[in-house]
């Protein structure tokens, strides 16, 4: 780059974002343990506590520890919205350089974040997702998982071996980016990798069994992931022209509808002309085949006309209602 650009100021170095859900037990053993690697390692940081509607008292041990930290910073949602909308006000709310996501149950070991911090900001990746080769999880939990990512590598191109990894680091650029909303929190490189963040690293990171509590996620976590994916597959591709999707389903739909009735009335007339014994027009079970094809055709470019008139109204999906927040304006 000829243009000298001016080095952007950051607050602090290293931001990282937690979400969570009932973990009161983790919170005091988790904030010391990061306070430990990040001041050994001369790291200037802040954590974002992002309550997710927790019905313990995780809100009570956050405002206990922050009054002897100064790094900690809290935010409470009024009820629970899930992990990518907490993700995504964290991000919205981080000031560092780097921001890194980790799980608030120790499963993530703090110990893995300079290096993170060292790969965004030396090797210059957009984002660095853990890959936990050696996972402390339940069989029925990696099978399906190891299928997940499979499906996941495939349709989206990116070559990561562990998608959903809570302990990710990624540039500022990134997290200001890409919005995080329903389940998508899953998908964080999928999202970054089409708002164009395309150098996109793992790391192999170490992995717990669950200290406290237990898991905030059931099997439906497969059902759910697996239609977000072909929602945002979907969604990145032809959200901002929904036309082109069902624009060609719907005139194809209807063009071959229209096309075999035609034949079908050409035959008949055909037959007539000669006279020849016809069938009824619709007699046939193909006249009906062609009936549905038309009339979906229709529908489904309707539909299309529906889908741009939304996306112009385009408004912002995450609009949640915070009850408050610590050391934040
Ligand atoms: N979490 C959250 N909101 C939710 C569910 C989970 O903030 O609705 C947090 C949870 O407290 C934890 C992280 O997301 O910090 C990962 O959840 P969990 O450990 O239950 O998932 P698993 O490790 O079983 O995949
Ligand atoms: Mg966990």
Redesign the pocket.
Known sequence: MSSKRLPQHFPVELSIV??????AESLPELTRWIHRVLTQHGLTYEVLL?D??STDDSWEVIEDLAQDDVHLRGIRFNR????SA?LDTGFRAAQGRVVCTM???L?DSPEELPELYRMITQDGYDLVSGWKKKRF?PIS?TIPTKLFNGVTRWLSGIQLHDF?C?LKAYNHRVVKAVEVYGEMHRYIPVIAKWAGFRKIGEKVVQHQE?KY?????GLE?FVYGFLDLLSITFVSRFRKRPMHFFGTVGTLSFLVGMLITLWLVGEKLYLAAHNLKARSVTDQPLFFLALVAVIVGVQVFVAGFLAEMVSLSGSRKNQYLIREKLNLS
Request: aromatic share 6%.
């Open positions: 937690i979400p969570l859900l009932n973990e992002i997710d509607g629970n919205y899930g992990k907490a799980d608030a149950d499963q999880d939990k959903n809570g669950r509590g237990t898991t905030k996620f976590r």
